[in-house]
């Protein structure tokens, strides 16, 4: 199990990070996604075969972009 973790580019509201976390949540392989609001950052626990940069363009796509760190 791996853990990445996004800076989170434009977080409105808190219904921003539920949003976000359940992008994250329905990739293959995503066990869990959480917002840090006070940090401005998203950690993802993923499985070993999940691509961050595959997370990346799913939460890009539906207009919250990220970076990794």
């Known amino acids: 199990m791996k853990t990445t973790t996004f800076k989170v580019m434009r977080y409105d509201c808190a219904s921003c990070a539920l949003v976000m976390e359940g ?4 990739t293959a392989g995503v066990k869990k996604a959480e917002v840090n609001p006070r940090k401005r950052t998203l950690t993802v626990e993923h499985e070993d075969s999940v691509r961050p940069e595959d ?7 539906e ?6 760190l």
């Open 23 to 26: 992008i994250c949540e329905d």
């Open 55 to 61: 997370v990346k363009k799913s939460l890009d796509a």
């Open 63 to 68: 207009g919250y972009p990220v970076e990794q």
